[in-house]
């Protein structure tokens, strides 16, 4: 196995030039980072990067590198790392009609967090397919280390409003916009719903809101918002758990 003890390897500047977006695109590639996340994949990492001094037990990987402390910590997009890194390929980001009967639309999320939160929180649910318009980049490092191994648990698919109301309703999935002024969703008929949710700034884009009719909330006392990512966790689990009174 190879050894890499400086941080201007071109391994290393490879896998570093990965935190930009722009390197994602060009390459096709994405950087794990962290045991669990990488442990927990389905599928193999196509190379794995692991400080010297890991000391638990190698995923499989056909293509392993040693490298120093010094170029983990420059790889590394945390404050302490792990020591272990695996490069993906990106899977097949287009709009396609979903696989199973539960699925969310994110419209306009910019917190990387977020995102991996709510990715994490779907695949727990037993959501299928996750949409995606106009957010941050899922495959960013910040995205990938909250969504855990989720993000190659599920369907993800990026593409216009247009694309993803036209592909959901072909199917049979009826949209509903998660919005404040909307009905209680613990007292709403959840038919095959499809929920968008949209950033907390903004709220979900006139792309969304101009053909979507259903709105849903959450009700709340003293408060006039949550978080993305908790509230689209509790609609979530509303729904897949049957927690409204109409199911």
């Given at each position: 196995?190879?050894?890499?003890?400086?941080?201007?390897?071109?391994?290393?500047?490879?896998?570093?030039?990965?935190?930009?977006?722009?390197?994602?695109?060009?390459?096709?590639?994405?950087?794990?980072e962290g045991y669990?996340?990488?442990?927990?994949?389905?599928?193999?990492?196509?190379?794995?990067?692991?400080?010297?001094?890991?000391?638990?037990?190698?995923?499989?990987?056909?293509?392993?590198?040693?490298?120093?402390?010094?170029?983990?910590?420059?790889?590394?997009?945390?404050?302490?790392?792990?020591?272990?890194?695996g490069i993906y390929?990106?899977?097949?980001?287009?709009?396609?009609?979903?696989?199973?009967?539960?699925?969310?639309?994110?419209?306009?999320?910019?917190?990387?967090?977020?995102?991996?939160?709510?990715?994490?929180?779907?695949?727990?649910?037993?959501?299928?397919?996750?949409?995606?318009?106009?957010?941050?980049?899922?495959?960013?490092?910040?995205?990938?280390?909250?969504?855990?191994?989720?993000?190659?648990?599920?369907?993800?698919?990026?593409?216009?409003?247009?694309?993803?109301?036209r592909v959901l309703?072909?199917?049979?999935?009826?949209?509903?916009?998660?919005?404040?002024?909307?009905?209680?969703?613990?007292?709403?008929?959840?038919?095959?719903?499809?929920?968008?949710?949209?950033?907390?700034?903004?709220?979900?884009?006139?792309?969304?809101?101009?053909?979507?009719?259903?709105?849903?909330?959450?009700?709340?006392?003293?408060?006039?918002?949550?978080?993305?990512?908790?509230?689209?966790?509790?609609?979530?689990?509303?729904?897949?758990?049957?927690?409204?009174?109409?199911?």
């Amino acid at each position: 196995m190879e050894r890499i003890e400086s941080v201007n390897n071109e391994r290393v500047k490879r896998i570093v030039a990965l935190k930009d977006k722009s390197e994602r695109r060009k390459t096709g590639l994405f950087v794990v980072e962290g045991y669990n996340n990488i442990k927990d994949c389905p599928i193999k990492a196509e190379e794995l990067f692991v400080c010297s001094d890991f000391d638990k037990a190698l995923p499989v990987c056909d293509n392993v590198y040693y490298v120093s402390r010094r170029v983990a910590d420059k790889i590394s997009d945390t404050v302490t790392t792990q020591g272990i890194f695996g490069i993906y390929r990106i899977p097949d980001t287009s709009v396609k009609a979903p696989v199973g009967t539960k699925t969310i639309v994110l419209d306009g999320i910019s917190d990387s967090g977020n995102i991996g939160t709510i990715i994490r929180t779907a695949v727990a649910c037993g959501y299928s397919d996750v949409y995606f318009h106009n957010c941050a980049d899922i495959f960013s490092p910040k995205a990938v280390r909250a969504a855990m191994s989720a993000i190659f648990k599920l369907n993800v698919s990026i593409g216009t409003a247009d694309e993803i109301l036209r592909v959901l309703k072909s199917e049979g999935f009826i949209p509903y916009i998660l919005d404040m002024n909307g009905k209680n969703v613990f007292e709403t008929e959840l038919v095959k719903p499809a929920f968008i949710v949209g950033s907390e700034a903004h709220g979900v884009s006139d792309a969304f809101g101009d053909s979507v009719e259903n709105v849903i909330s959450l009700p709340m006392k003293s408060m006039e918002s949550l978080n993305a990512g908790v509230a689209a966790g509790v609609v979530m689990y509303v729904h897949a758990y049957g927690l409204n009174k109409k199911h």
